[in-house]
């Protein structure tokens, strides 16, 4: 015979077929109470409330892809708990869910082109004179950019800048990242408006040749990286 499973509790003897007579016991396991003395008391775990959090449901761009993220059951259920809920308009088409049932859920119904960016490179080969710098925003009015990405700005070290504009109130953010060494090589900077400012989050001057920003968006966080590579 194989096999034998044996589940005891308590001490004693007992007697299993085919199995000679066992002597076990269990003992209770005990915290050394100079440990428990010296034990701090867990401090509660830190949380973000739910009315400081965003969700955002992006229409599917898959071929052939008819679900959506969320329903408006959903939806509703999230809202109820305080979570601000943002739908891209038609995000619920090919699942038979109408932008008016998100809205009546709860849900903010945004048109694409509300967190649109527009993007552009430069490279700027050096941005060390003031005339460059001012050349700066007439790039970004010229072609209604969000956000420029420079390369060779070779600038030293890593800086924050403000533009002003010309006839305006209004002013670009510079950003620039670059070696400490002095080398003079390379470097990779932004030049943002007013509208991404807004949402900047963050941004990492990771080193000479790459820098990252990262932006809040209505559907989701948005990361655009600037790499400069060897030619």
Known sequence: MSGVLLAVVGCGKTQVHGVSPLVYSVRGLKTYRGLRKDAKPSEPIKGIPYKNLSIGVPKEIWQNERRVALTPAVVATLAKKGFSVNVENGAGIEAKFRDEDFASAGAKVLDKKEY??????????????????????????????????????????????????????????FLNSFAQDGSGDHGVGFVIGIRVQKVLLAWDPANPRIARLRLEGRLSNIYIIDIVTLT
């Open 116 to 173: 649109e960016f527009r993007v552009y490179s430069w490279n700027v080969r050096s941005v060390k004179r003031e005339s460059t710098r001012l050349v700066m925003p007439m790039k970004m009015n010229r072609y209604q950019a969000d956000v420029l990405c420079l390369s060779e700005t070779r600038l030293n070290g890593v800086s924050e800048e403000t533009i002003p504009v010309r006839d305006s109130h209004n002013s670009y953010l």
